[in-house]
């Protein structure tokens, strides 16, 4: 059983950072890729960034560009994601998700329904 598990996340103010971690663990016979969505309320869930396992491509939205940094661990199953010039609108719960399946010409997923396992998710509020 693949198990995520999130930490990092918190109350800071706008133009703070922070760092987030997804360590994954249980039976993880091989990653296809992993990632970061995340979803405010009264919106749908969104990709964040993700990172292909096999040659560490990374991709990420346009609105997080230049401010998350998405990195990892090969070596814990973990990836991070360094945010940077935290805005109001970032506020959210933040998601790790992993596929264990390769896609087709080792494109980064980056809808929901492309990833089978979660982590339960960790708030993130920045304050104006």
């Known amino acids: 059983q693949v198990q995520l598990v999130e930490s990092g996340g918190g109350l800071v103010q706008a133009g703070g950072s922070l760092r987030l971690s997804c360590a994954a663990s249980?039976?993880?016979?091989?990653?296809?890729?992993m990632g970061w969505f995340r979803q405010a309320p009264g919106k749908e869930r969104e990709f964040v960034a993700g990172?292909?396992?096999?040659?560490?491509?990374?991709s990420s939205a346009e609105s997080v560009k230049g401010r998350f940094t998405l990195f990892r661990d090969n070596a814990k199953n973990t990836v991070y994601l360094q945010m940077d010039s935290l805005k109001p609108e970032d506020t959210a719960v933040y998601y790790c998700?992993?596929?264990?399946?390769?896609?087709?010409?080792?494109?980064?997923?980056?809808?929901?329904?492309?990833?089978?396992?979660w982590g339960q998710g960790t708030q993130v509020t920045v304050s104006s």
């Open positions: 249980g039976g993880i016979f091989s990653i296809g890729a």
């Open positions: 998700a992993l596929r264990s399946v390769r896609t087709i010409a080792g494109r980064i997923p980056n809808s929901s329904s492309e990833y089978r396992y």
């Open positions: 990172i292909s396992w096999s040659d560490a491509r990374i």
